[in-house]
């Protein structure tokens, strides 16, 4: 009798703590949305419920060019993404099978992860204006997320390399396939999970770059994050016109997470553990 009540005690408590959790995490969210349909004069009043709901702050926000915005940050998140698993995998590759450079440039590319945005803003900017091309352009953007979305997909990807038996490829040679053909015939196509989940997970990064776009791209090359924070004006937040702004943004993102967060966790920590 004892066993079984102790047993259900556990489960309730175990319960009550998840259902705690999933209000804290999803209140945020709730709360973001309501302030998105009430008009200015509800969202004063921010306990009163008996709004009439309004969807003026949806309409200014497509009216105001969100789409277009999102569409430059889909197109940035993607050219980079393309780019980082084009030089990443290899990277990662050689750091798995051959240990290139040893442990010293292994923390280059942990390094380069930890680097801060405003130690790399100053040369960028300035390399960027001294070209008088990119400044300004979504490739300025592109750019710039590579320098940590590069080292990230590269480190993200020696756990998943790691984990390849060597003797796929000693048989691919066997076969007649030269080390680079072993490579892209047998070893990549069994990490597309991985390259998937270090793709997406780069992805959202440059998703939600604002640093990096506020200061490098201008007018209708500007991406989502920047078009958000715009609704920060002289005259006060737009409180319902950002948290539709802030909605559309996250939306696509939190729809990735659940496709590939058992991915996400793996990549990250083989990446720890085969590391330095």
């Not at 691919?172 to 030269?178: I, K, L, M, P």
């Amino acid at each position: 009798m004892k066993h079984t009540l102790r047993k259900f005690v556990t489960r309730l408590a175990t319960f009550l703590i998840l259902v705690l959790g999933l209000l804290v995490v999803f209140f945020p969210y709730f709360w973001t949305f309501l302030t998105s349909i009430k008009d200015p004069a509800a969202i004063n009043r921010p306990l009163d419920f008996s709004f009439t709901p309004t969807a003026m702050h949806w309409q200014a926000v497509i009216r105001a060019g969100i789409p277009r915005q999102a569409l430059n940050s889909f197109l940035v998140g993607m050219i980079t993404v393309t780019i980082a698993l084009a030089a990443g995998a290899p990277a990662a590759y050689a750091f798995s099978r051959f240990n290139v450079g040893g442990a010293p440039t292994r923390f280059a590319v942990l390094l380069a992860e930890m680097l801060p945005p405003s130690v790399l803003i100053v040369p960028l900017f300035l390399l960027l204006y001294h070209t008088q091309v990119l400044l300004g352009t979504i490739w300025a953007a592109v750019i710039s997320h590579l320098t940590f979305i590069l080292p990230l997909v590269t480190w993200f990807l020696i756990g998943f390399f790691d984990e390849v038996p060597r003797d796929l490829e000693e048989q691919a040679r066997v076969d007649g396939c030269s080390p680079w053909q072993a490579f892209v015939k047998v070893v990549v196509p069994t990490i597309v999970p991985g390259m998937a989940a270090a793709g997406l997970f780069g992805f959202v990064l440059s998703w939600n770059d604002l640093f990096y776009a506020l200061i490098l791209t201008t007018g209708s090359q500007r991406t989502l994050p920047v078009g958000v924070a715009g609704y920060w004006t002289f005259r006060g937040v737009e409180m319902g016109q950002m948290s539709a702004a802030i909605l559309l943004a996250i939306l696509p993102m939190i729809l990735l997470s659940f496709f590939v967060q058992r991915y996400l966790l793996k990549g990250l920590g083989g990446g720890a553990i085969t590391g330095i």
